[in-house]
Each structure stands twice: as structure tokens, then as C-alpha cells.
């Protein structure tokens, strides 16, 4: 029988992939229908810009891909783990990636690109910091890999091989909380522009408190 996945990693996942939603939509709504998150997509572009001359443009892409992997760097230091465990730095990591957030909301007001780098920053941190716990992989900030490995899922099922629940549901929750934040960033953006970007911001930051606080119970 699988292991079964503690309370706290469904819970963090499903608010950090809703967060993740919610930041990529208010990116692509707002700024040059540039996604956040969507780093395949982001590469492309990149090729296509080198490809045509586009010198601008190129370094905008790169620009985003670098910050990306900067915050992912970044939760690397903090962390020092490919592995999702309790007693690692998550606290810290979690309010950096609020500030981050915070921080992103006038420099996108003020159109400066450095905004939306912050938040490429951000989600990268994010992504990086929630990588594996018990053989699970967990992505946050993309769901690609939770659609591949549902399908594959269904596949077997199809062939009549064991069906791995715990990562069936595990990829649904992903994917249904990051449509969520979507549709939320998105009423969110056409309500209050990118000032939108606060509540994630603030979820982001709650979400680390909880998790400081649970480790301090736990001792």
C-alpha cells in the first residue's frame, strides 16, 4: 500500500499551485501577455525572438528565464534538499517569496519590467522549494507534468495495471487549484489590476507563519 501523504503537504500544495495561478494570469492579463510560470512557453518565445532578430525582445525572455532559475537558486541555498521534509527552511523561503510578490506590485504599476522578474523570481523559489516528498514529485508552479502523468495513469489503468491513487489525486488537486487561482487572479486583476498580486502575496506569507508555527508544536 502507498504511503499515505501527510495533511500539510496536500494543504501546501494546493495553496501554492493556487498561488502560482494567480500570479501567472495577472502577468500574462497585464504585462505584454507575459506568463509568469510558463517557462516552455517563455523558451519559445526566446528561440523565436533570437530566431527573427528580435534583440529586445530576447532579452526581456531571458531576462525572465534567468530570474526563474535565480529564485530557484535561491531556495536551493535556503533548502540545501531535493526532498520535502519538515525541519528544512520552508518558513523563510515562504516569506521570501511573499516580499517578492509584494515588492513586484508598483515596479508592474509603473510598467518597469523589473516587476514582472521579481515574480518570475518568486515562483521560481516556489517551485524549487517543493520538489519531492516520498517518491511523489510535486510542481507547483506548472501543471504540464501533472496532465503528462494523468494520462500516463490512465493509460495503465487501461492496460489494468495498479492504479497510484495517491498520485492521481495528488496531480487533480494541483490542476484544480491552479485553474482556481487562475479564475481567481483573473476576477481579481479586472477588479483591483495588479494590486491583485497582494492576496497571493498574502496567502504566500500566511501559508509560512502556519507552517513556523507547526514546527514550533512539533518541536
Known amino acids: 500500500m502507498a504511503e499515505r501523504l501527510a495533511t ?7 495553496a501554492l499551485a493556487f498561488v502560482a495561478g494567480m500570479v501567472n494570469v495577472v502577468g500574462y492579463l497585464g504585462f505584454e501577455h507575459q506568463a509568469i510560470t510558463h517557462l516552455t512557453g517563455t523558451t519559445t518565445l526566446l528561440g523565436a525572438a533570437l530566431a527573427q532578430g ?8 531571458a ?18 534538499d531535493s526532498v520535502l521534509r519538515l525541519g528544512r527552511r520552508y518558513g523563510v523561503a ?21 516587476g514582472p522578474l521579481l515574480a518570475a523570481g518568486a ?12 517518491g511523489a514529485v510535486v510542481r507547483t508552479s506548472h501543471v504540464s507534468g501533472m496532465f503528462t502523468d494523468l494520462g500516463i495513469m490512465i493509460g495503465h489503468a487501461l492496460r489494468g495495471l495498479p492504479l497510484a491513487r495517491r498520485r492521481l489525486w ?11 487561482g487562475s479564475g ?13 498580486l497582494y492576496l497571493p502575496a498574502l496567502l504566500t506569507g500566511v501559508t509560512g507563519v502556519a ?8 518541536g
Open 170 to 180: 495528488l496531480c487533480l488537486v494541483i490542476i484544480s487549484a491552479f485553474l482556481a
Open 54 to 61: 528580435q534583440g529586445g525582445a530576447a532579452l526581456q525572455l
Open 211 to 218: 507552517y513556523a508555527l507547526r514546527r514550533r508544536r512539533e
Open 63 to 80: 531576462g525572465m528565464v534567468l530570474a526563474f532559475v535565480a529564485g530557484a537558486a535561491l531556495s536551493g541555498l535556503l533548502i540545501q
Open 184 to 196: 481567481a487572479g483573473a476576477f481579481a486583476f479586472a477588479n483591483a489590476g495588479y494590486a491583485a
Open 94 to 114: 515562504l516569506t521570501l517569496e511573499a516580499l517578492l510578490l509584494a515588492a513586484a506590485v508598483p515596479l508592474f504599476q509603473r510598467g518597469q519590467f523589473s
Open 123 to 134: 515562483i521560481g523559489l516556489q517551485n524549487a522549494m517543493a520538489t519531492t516528498y516520498s
Open 8 to 14: 500539510w503537504v496536500w494543504v501546501g500544495a494546493a
